[in-house]
């Protein structure tokens, strides 16, 4: 079985800075591209970056030159550095990877679309 965990939200003043980190766990092939969505209370849950296996990444308006999307692809991994946070980037931050290659032999695999638990990121002071 495959998971996508989260980790590093949590509560930051205004202006400050956050850095999201998500871990592939379990018995991976490939990943494709990962992305990072975020829903805010009443809201419906949007994408905010994604980069691509060989690091092409793409940026929504509301968050272009502010977050940095990463990822280290010999431990499965895929950053999220927020800088100059706003109180409406206050939302549960999901990582996603649509297509995750895991073995099905020695030979085969298959793709799944894997999403993580969300970690909350709260801007507040």
């Known amino acids: 079985q495959v998971h996508l965990v989260e980790s590093g939200g949590g509560l930051v003043q205004p202006g400050g800075s956050l850095r999201l980190s998500c871990a592939a766990s379990g018995r991976v092939f490939s990943i494709e591209a990962m992305d990072w969505y975020r829903q805010a209370p009443g809201k419906e849950r949007e994408l905010v970056a994604y980069?691509?296996?060989?690091?092409?990444?793409n940026y929504e308006d509301p968050v272009k030159g502010r977050f940095t999307i990463s990822r280290d692809n010999a431990k499965n991994m895929v950053y999220l550095e927020m800088a100059s946070l706003k109180p409406e980037d206050t939302a549960v931050y999901y990582c996603h990877a649509p297509k995750l290659g895991v073995p099905i032999n020695d030979y085969e695999f298959r793709y799944l679309e894997v999403w993580g638990q969300g970690t909350l990121v709260t801007v507040s002071s």
């Open positions: 980069i691509t296996s060989d690091g092409r990444t």
